[in-house]
């Protein structure tokens, strides 16, 4: 299995972004979906590995696709 860094959430934000979701809320969480999936991502910096891990996860992503997309 791949490593994953911690990431900071906006650079999480604008990956997800180029993979296709959307923000559609914001608050202590953002909220994004692609109207399959609605993933949550924290405002931490960095977000803790396991936590973006599960993220990837839900968003029907491996982490290769993850990393291409940073």
């Known amino acids: 299995m791949p490593k994953l860094p911690g990431i900071n959430h906006l650079r999480a934000v604008n990956a997800f ?6 923000v559609i809320r914001q608050g ?7 109207d399959e999936h609605i993933i949550t991502i924290p ?11 599960g993220i990837i996860r839900d968003a029907g992503l491996t982490i290769e696709e993850f990393n291409q997309f940073l």
Do not use: D, L, S, V
């Not at 972004?17 to 959307?22: D, L, M, N, V, Y």
């Not at 202590?28 to 692609?34: G, R, S």
């Not at 405002?43 to 891990?53: E, S, W």
């Open 17 to 22: 972004e180029k993979a296709g979701f959307r």
């Open 28 to 34: 202590k969480h953002i909220i994004m979906t692609n």
């Open 43 to 53: 405002r931490a910096n960095p977000i803790n590995a396991y936590t973006m891990g």
